[in-house]
């Protein structure tokens, strides 16, 4: 069973910066598929950024050109830079995993099994 455990979030003022972190244990990291997905107060889940074993990338446009997502397999760890943050990028962020998700279903919540507690992010204008 893989276990997922998400830290990083905070308070940021708009413009400012924070990196999340995610600890991957359990089973085999580098064959994993991982995204990061955010859910607002009031809001459904949406996806934010994922990137396969493989390192090919994917991104919400929301998030495009501020955000990068990456992964250190030799760690387990799965990171999301997040830069010239806005006050709509404020809510819960979530790492999830799969191992056998497929393209097209990569930036829906419904195809990865396992997820983390969540980590909260707050920008304040």
């Known amino acids: 069973q893989m276990q997922l455990e998400e830290s990083g979030g905070g308070l940021v003022q708009v413009g400012g910066s924070l990196r999340l972190s995610c600890k991957a244990s359990g089973l085999t990291f580098s064959r994993y598929n991982m995204g990061w997905f955010r859910q607002a107060p009031g809001k459904e889940r949406e996806f934010v950024a994922a990137?396969?074993?493989?390192?090919?990338?994917f991104y919400a446009d929301s998030v495009k050109g501020r955000f990068t997502i990456s992964r250190d397999n030799a760690e387990n760890t799965l990171y999301l830079q997040m830069d010239s943050l806005k006050p709509e990028d404020t809510a819960v962020y979530y790492c999830?995993?799969?191992?056998?998700?497929?393209?097209?279903?990569?930036?829906?919540?419904?195809?990865?099994?396992?997820w983390g507690q969540g980590t909260q992010v707050t920008v304040s204008s």
């Open positions: 999830a995993g799969d191992q056998n998700l497929i393209l097209s279903t990569i930036r829906d919540a419904r195809a990865y099994d396992h």
């Open positions: 990137i396969r074993y493989s390192r090919n990338t």
